[in-house]
């Protein structure tokens, strides 16, 4: 019996993945599913309206792209185009401004996140640079990248904590 060859399933394409693919966190999980599930977590902490941090982002995004708008305005009064030039250069200069904006608050806490996750899933990373600490002995107590100690979830990943009984 000829069985069908079986298709290898390719992670979903995400904006996520896109945005912060230059990390090198993000090649520090087990799997693409880790992976996945941990972006779709840190999109959804992240896209709540209830937190300080989801205004503060629009407040910035307002702030550039009315910035954005105001200086093309200013440099596009130094030449003579014709009309729907210089209105095409500022509306151009409106999405750059937002793309720019959006990638940089994307990017700014996404290490720190990715780190927690990837600790939460067992993968031992120093906090402070992103180092891979798997493999390495405890007792060293630091990070060999950047020298920071290890935190207790690292500790407790790489096994070498030992719990006193009070």
């Given at each position: 019996m000829n069985?069908?060859?079986t298709k290898?399933?390719?992670?979903?394409?995400?904006?996520?993945?896109?945005?912060?693919a230059?990390?090198?966190?993000?090649?520090?999980f087990d799997s693409p599913e880790d992976r996945q599930a941990a972006l779709w977590e840190i999109s959804d902490e992240a896209g709540r309206p209830t937190r300080g941090g989801f205004w503060l982002a629009v407040l910035a995004i307002l702030v550039a792209v009315i910035s954005?708008?105001?200086?093309?305005?200013?440099?596009?009064?130094?030449?003579?185009?014709?009309t729907l030039v210089e209105e095409t250069l500022q509306l151009?200069?409106?999405?750059?401004?937002?793309?720019?904006?959006?990638?940089?608050?994307?990017?700014?806490?996404?290490?720190?996140?990715?780190?927690?996750?990837?600790l939460a899933r067992g993968v031992p990373v120093c906090m402070k640079c992103g180092y891979l600490l798997r493999g390495l002995d405890n007792t060293i107590g630091r990070c060999p990248?950047?020298?920071?100690?290890?935190?207790?979830?690292?500790?407790?990943?790489?096994?070498?904590?030992?719990?006193?009984?009070?």
């Open positions: 069985e069908p060859p290898r399933r390719r992670p979903k394409r995400n904006l996520l993945n896109f945005t912060l230059g990390l090198p966190e993000m090649r520090h954005a708008r105001f200086l093309a305005g200013w440099l596009l009064s130094y030449v003579s185009w014709p151009a200069s409106l999405f750059i401004a937002f793309g720019l904006v959006i990638r940089w608050l994307h990017r700014s806490g996404a290490a720190t996140e990715l780190r927690q996750k990837l990248e950047c020298g920071r100690e290890f935190d207790e979830d690292v500790r407790r990943i790489l096994g070498g904590v030992q719990r006193n009984a009070e």
